[in-house]
């Protein structure tokens, strides 16, 4: 299964929002997760079966969708939120990730 | 707290081998599914295998099929990958990472290792 993750990078703001897609080959149900992954860092749960939030994550993060067209927000931009956010499916073996998308402060 | 450390990484020769360890402790080891996760450089990520809690499943990337091996000790708390027939292509960052779940069903990764580098080169 193919994910394919929009946009590649972005530059916003403090306090933006911000909106992250991804879209899969074929429909994965809600078998999708979104991962955080800062400079030099290892990657970090954010939000699993596309929409719930991960024990210590902060509000601002959320994600939606089903089926094939998934979305990831950040509902107000905070600094330390600068990374490259990857979304995973689990749909099938094997799972797959999107190519990423680098967020930046504008 | 939940840790996982890698290591065995380093620099060998295409053809040749080498096998990765990780160390993983502040959980229950053998509730768990593992996987091996690699990132090559300025790359995205790549899942390259993960196993089932009791070793009864496991799975494999396409790219290493075949030439990668995944095995646990539970009695060690520890995950190894036996990589063969090493390619410029496997050079990269390789991760462990603890799953949500036991099986290798709903593959969710909520604790990561720091990595361990592995260069293949002449």
């Known amino acids: 299964i193919q994910m394919t993750q929009s946009p590649s990078s972005l530059s916003a703001s403090v306090r933006d929002r911000v909106t992250i897609t991804c879209q899969a080959s074929?429909?994965?149900?809600?078998?999708l997760n979104w991962y955080q992954q800062k400079p030099g860092k290892a990657p970090n749960l954010l939000i699993y079966?596309?929409?719930k939030l991960e024990t210590g994550v902060p509000s601002r993060f959320s994600g939606s969708g089903s089926g094939t067209d998934f979305t990831f927000t950040i509902s107000s931009l905070h600094p330390e939120d600068v990374a490259t956010y990857y979304c995973q499916q689990y749909r099938s073996l094997p799972v797959t990730f999107g190519g990423g998308t680098k967020v930046e402060i504008k | 707290e939940v840790q996982l450390v890698e290591s065995g990484g380093g620099l060998v020769q295409p053809g040749r081998s080498l096998r990765l360890s990780c160390a993983a402790s502040g959980f229950t080891f053998d509730d768990y599914a593992l996987h091996w996760v690699r990132q090559a450089p300025g790359k995205g990520l790549e899942w390259v295998s993960g196993i089932s809690w009791n070793s009864d499943r496991t799975g494999y990337a396409d790219s290493v099929r075949g030439r990668f091996t995944i095995s646990r000790d539970n009695a060690r708390n520890s995950l190894y990958l036996q990589m063969n027939s090493l390619r410029a292509e496997d050079t990269a960052l390789y991760y462990c990472?603890?799953?949500?779940?036991?099986?290798?069903?709903?593959?969710?990764?909520?604790?990561w290792g720091q990595g361990t580098l592995v260069t293949v080169s002449s």
């Open positions: 079966d596309a929409s």
């Open positions: 074929q429909d994965i149900g809600n078998s």
């Open positions: 990472a603890k799953d949500f779940h036991g099986i290798i069903t709903a593959i969710t990764l909520d604790y």
